[in-house]
């Protein structure tokens, strides 16, 4: 079974960086596309950065120019670079395998497992 394990998460005021980091294990994790959702009180689950196998990236407009997805298939880790954060951006974040059919926003399939989550908070 997938296990999925973020972590990085923490209070940061607006303007400023994270980066965030998901360890992946009970995959074959060099062959699946990966993506990082994330989830605000009252909102669903979106999808806001995907990376393909091969290293192709795509990002939900509202992120576009800020965050930065990739990935290290030695240590099956994915990483979030997120830059210039936004109050709006608070959230947990997860990682999961990101499906072709999932276009960036709300979760249209869920997956069997999540991991905990990564809360990310941006003070203005």
């Known amino acids: 079974q997938v296990q999925l394990v973020e972590s990085g998460g923490v209070l940061v005021q607006a303007g400023g960086s994270l980066r965030l980091s998901c360890a992946a294990s009970?995959?074959?994790?060099?062959?699946?596309?990966m993506g990082w959702y994330r989830q605000a009180p009252g909102n669903q689950r979106e999808l806001v950065a995907a990376?393909?196998?091969?290293?192709?990236?795509n990002y939900a407009d509202s992120v576009k120019g800020r965050f930065t997805i990739s990935r290290n298939n030695a240590k099956n880790t994915v990483y979030l670079q997120m830059n210039s954060l936004k109050p709006e951006d608070t959230a947990v974040y997860y990682c999961?395998?990101?499906?072709?059919?999932?276009?960036?926003?709300?979760?249209?399939?869920?997956?069997?497992?999540w991991g905990q989550g990564t809360q990310v908070t941006v003070s203005s």
């Open positions: 009970g995959i074959i994790f060099s062959i699946n596309a």
């Open positions: 990376i393909t196998s091969g290293g192709s990236t």
């Open positions: 999961n395998r990101a499906r072709r059919s999932q276009a960036m926003g709300p979760l249209r399939s869920d997956f069997d497992s």
